[in-house]
């Protein structure tokens, strides 16, 4: 069974960091794209950011780029992103999701980050 | 990368149809194939119900079906059950190897 599980969120300051880890299972990790994507609170999906297999191609979300980085570490079954220079409108709850067939296949159950002061 | 169009809400009483569309532009839901659409149920996360415009993972039921025409793609939920009452979300790739949601559209069973 394919599982998702997300740690590292919580309550960070404007211009703050955070990091959130995404710990797989169930599946071959390094054969595939990963991603992430967010929903702040009461509203719709927001692609962020995606990962190729072997971390040599990246993708972000224009609002942001600059300030946030996904990477991986295949060894460890794990993605993550750095998050830095919040800002409130960062505020969400953020999934990261494994893809398949250029859709999102698998999701984690999602990990709330808070930016305020 | 601005958000798709879907209309805010739809309805259909048990055993209807409901139709959702999705519109963007040549840069996207035209430009490629790769038209997905979720569900997701309140505090849950999103669910897989239709991938390449038209295909269905396993599992999903043969009551949703999807399709696209030029920029816009749409979902279909025959038979509506009252567990299909859900938000609704498609997405597409677009080009810069990026990717865009729709504004999202509650169904409601009546």
């Known amino acids: 069974e394919v599982q998702l599980v997300e740690s590292g969120g919580g309550l960070a300051q404007p211009g703050g960091s955070l990091r959130l880890s995404c710990v797989a299972s169930g599946f071959t990790f390094s054969s595939y794209w990963m991603t992430w994507v967010r929903q702040a609170p009461g509203k719709g999906l927001e692609w962020v950011a995606h990962?190729?297999?072997?971390?040599?191609?990246?993708y972000y979300v224009d609002s942001v780029k600059g300030r946030f980085t996904i990477s991986r570490d295949n060894a460890k079954n794990s993605l993550y992103l750095q998050m830095d220079s919040l800002r409130p409108e960062d505020t969400a709850l953020y999934y990261c999701?494994?893809?398949?067939?250029?859709?999102?296949?698998?999701w984690g159950q999602g990990l709330l980050v808070t930016v305020s002061s | 990368q601005s958000a798709l169009t879907q209309p805010p809400s739809a309805s259909g009483s048990p055993g209807q149809s409901v139709t959702i569309s999705c519109t963007g532009t040549s840069s996207d839901v035209g430009a490629y194939n790769y038209v997905s659409w979720y569900q997701q149920h309140p505090g849950k996360a999103p669910k897989l119900m239709i991938y390449e415009v038209t295909k269905r993972p396993s599992g999903v039921p043969d009551r949703f079906s999807g399709s696209k025409s030029g920029n816009t793609a749409s979902l279909t939920v025959s038979g509506l059950q009252a567990e299909d009452e859900a938000d609704y979300y498609c997405?597409?790739?677009?080009?810069?190897?990026?990717?865009?949601f729709g504004t999202g559209t509650k169904v409601t069973v009546l």
């Open positions: 997405s597409s790739y677009t080009r810069g190897y990026n990717y865009v």
């Open positions: 999701a494994r893809r398949q067939w250029l859709a999102l296949e698998n």
């Open positions: 990962i190729r297999q072997d971390g040599s191609e990246k």
